[in-house]
């Protein structure tokens, strides 16, 4: 599972942004925010694990696209 493993997305972004915020001021005005997000994402997740012990379909689903 990849919410489990630590291998998703969200994982980087809590990891990155505070190096980006060291950098960044603007970055460093929401850094705080943007952690505390992530991490009840992450936190919805595991409970969605618990329930139905796979990663949810915004997880397992998901593709590199053009945004």
């Not at 915020?21 to 505390?36: M, T």
């Not at 997740?45 to 696209?65: F, L, S, V």
């Amino acid at each position: 599972m990849q919410v489990c493993n630590r291998t998703i997305r969200y994982h980087l972004v809590i990891q990155a942004t505070p190096k980006m915020a060291a950098r960044n001021p603007a970055v460093a005005a929401r850094s705080e925010d943007l952690i505390r997000a992530y991490e009840s994402r992450l936190g919805e997740h595991r409970a969605y694990i618990r329930k139905k012990g796979i990663d949810p379909a915004e997880i397992t689903n998901w593709e590199w696209g053009s945004s």
